[in-house]
């Protein structure tokens, strides 16, 4: 069965949008024209010739597109470009990921955008991104994936919340809010930063605290770009299902945008197991997996499980992602006091390297007291967090190398898991430190296969051990 898509009218604009630059041009002939003659005689023709150029060539552009699939021979045609045509083939086995994306916009007009991807390509963007009708995307996921047979999984919107404020920084938000605050700004004629910030001065003056006024202010910006990438994130993953088949995993999510992944199990990379501190306080964790060729940037992570049990992961995963059973020796840490000692030491270090600072600090810029023990509390909290995770390591942290790679470690401020078929090992890498070498340990990173390859370090285990375990999985010495 072969079926033919034309693209959507929509993605017109879609091809006008990275030549709109042109419009400069006549803009800054206008600007030089009146300030020299103090008129624009002539530029307004110029004007709409130019944009009726920029309009004709994304038409034809828009004509010229066409998307084929021959469900018998298993193969997709995309066919593009009017003045140079251009044809690429791709055997629908080797898709890694299909994703549609529906705005607002979208919505309005009966159309979504449709991003196809392989493991090959532009790292930085989708391999084909093009928009289709509401009913032709429907009929063209139908051709690539077939019928959904699974019943969704379902979560809810309190544990999209755990995930998303788990997840969510202030600078996620402030790269989100600024230019949506400039451009409302620029519509309106006002100063909208200025007007919320005079807001946020007005707010802190009211605040009695121990800590000076411009502190309160600091605090309140970050917690406002905090809860903008919160309701960002938020309004992004709401409405989570996941779909379990066969040979392939699906996830539905958005309110505003909708967004539906489809990617073949043969295309994940490994599946990543996360905990922040707030869900370490619940006894939750977070799965993701890392998809060849996924998302704008290749190599993205897609949340699977937006919060579950690790009973309730590992149960729900084993059945469809063997590789997430765990196999070969397990090698840790020895538990003693002075292996302890080595996970607590650098926190151990920096703790007294901030307080010793902040006690300087306060004798010679007494002016700045206040300044320097809210300073003095902040890099101490982060320290405690710090030295918690080091804590965590050396009660939990395990590797194995068998036919299913196995790690456990952390990575910042957050516990993470990795497993992988061992054929997905791209690269380990053994490191020992001065103190590694009295003590016969070394501390392993392992990274995985991928456009943006996950990584793991496990310290403080013996250097023996590992040598044997990797000999004995990849006959590397």
Not at 176 to 187: D, K, Q, S, W
Request: hydrophobic share 45%.
């Amino acid at each position: 069965m072969m079926k033919i898509f034309k693209p959507h009218p929509l993605m017109i604009f879609y091809f006008v949008k990275p030549t709109l630059i042109a419009l400069i041009l006549p803009a800054i002939q206008a600007i030089l024209q009146y300030l020299t003659h103090n008129n624009v005689n002539g530029v307004r023709g110029f004007s709409l010739s130019i944009i009726g150029a920029i309009f004709g060539i994304a038409v034809l552009r828009w004509r010229s597109y066409k998307l084929i699939c021959n469900q018998h021979e298993q193969v997709i045609t995309i066919e593009y470009g009017f003045f140079f045509k251009r044809i690429t083939k791709i055997n629908i086995t080797k898709l890694s990921s299909v994703q549609t994306v529906q705005n607002p916009v979208d919505f309005i007009f009966g159309a979504v955008t449709i991003k196809i991807n392989t493991e090959a390509g532009i790292h930085t963007r989708a391999d084909f991104k093009f928009k289709l009708g509401t009913n032709k995307s429907r009929e063209l996921a139908l051709l690539l994936y077939g019928e959904e047979k699974a019943q969704p999984i379902k979560y809810s919107a309190i544990k999209v919340a755990v995930l998303v404020a788990t997840a969510s920084s202030a600078f996620t938000g402030m790269l989100v809010a600024v230019p949506i605050l400039n451009r409302a700004g620029n519509l309106l004629g006002i100063g909208v930063g200025d007007m919320l910030l005079d807001g946020i001065n007005s707010i802190s003056a009211k605040i009695e605290s121990y800590f000076p006024p411009i502190l309160n202010t600091i605090s309140l910006i970050i917690l406002f770009f905090f809860l903008v990438s919160f309701t960002y994130s938020f309004f992004k993953y709401v409405n989570f299902r996941l779909f379990l088949e066969k040979d392939k995993l699906g996830v539905w999510m958005g309110a505003i945008v909708k967004t539906r992944t489809v990617f073949r199990k043969s295309a994940i990379n490994n599946i990543k197991v996360e905990q922040t501190i707030i869900m370490k306080t619940l006894k939750r964790y977070a799965l993701k997996v890392s998809v060849g060729g996924y998302g704008n940037a290749k190599g993205e992570s897609e949340v699977i499980i937006p919060l579950g049990t690790k009973n309730e992961i590992r149960n729900k995963l084993k059945k469809h992602l063997p590789f997430f059973v765990r196999s070969g020796t397990q090698i840790s840490p020895k538990r003693n006091y002075l292996t302890q000692s080595r996970f607590l030491f650098l926190p151990a270090l920096y703790f007294i390297g901030v307080t010793a600072l902040s006690i300087w600090s306060v004798f010679y810029f007494e002016y700045l007291t206040r300044f320097v023990v809210f300073l003095n509390f902040v890099f101490c909290t982060i320290i405690i967090l710090y030295a918690y995770i080091g804590l965590f390591e050396y009660h939990y942290s395990q590797i194995s190398f068998g036919d299913n790679f196995f790690a456990r470690s952390s990575k910042g401020l957050r516990t993470l898991e990795i497993n992988c078929p061992k054929e997905n090992v791209g690269e380990i890498k053994i490191t020992l430190f001065p103190p590694d070498r009295w003590y016969k340990t070394c501390r392993v990173r392992v990274l995985v296969h991928g456009e943006r390859a996950d990584n793991i370090r496990v310290r403080h285990i013996d250097y023996e051990t590992v040598k044997a375990e990797i000999y004995k999985c990849f006959n590397i010495e």
